[in-house]
């Protein structure tokens, strides 16, 4: 339940912002992309963020933040946020405008070939 509240406050704040968003079910979560490049989502019960890597040393240090761990190795530009670090709507607001402002230099993923 957490995780549909949470992926709606996003859908609202990207639309206040005139962002054109889609959305898709990945990691068992809601991610929403920009440019056909993933931006936030929801995972795991908390959000999780594609942030600019040179900026993520630094914004692991607020509230609920953390390197983002996948099969025992970090992601690069990626950080888990739990619930306490985006439960008010500036909080929120933050982070989707920490990946709005990556978005524009993160790269695509490259579509698998079938």
């Not at 979560?29 to 931006?39: E, H, N, P, R, T």
Request: aromatic fraction near 8%.
């Amino acid at each position: 339940m957490e995780n549909l509240i949470t992926g709606e406050r996003i859908a609202d704040l990207l639309t206040a912002k005139s962002v054109e968003y889609g959305q898709k079910k990945m990691f068992g979560g809601l991610c929403f992309m920009v440019d056909d490049k993933m931006l936030i989502g929801t995972y795991k019960g908390g959000v999780m963020a594609r942030v600019d890597p040179a900026e993520a040393e630094n914004l692991v240090n607020r509230p609920g933040a953390s390197q983002m761990i996948h099969g025992g190795k970090p992601m690069v530009g990626y950080l888990f946020i739990e619930p306490d670090g985006y439960e008010t709507d500036t909080a929120l607001s933050f982070w989707v405008e920490k990946c709005l402002e990556f978005n524009p230099k993160a790269k695509a993923s490259g579509k698998k070939k079938t």
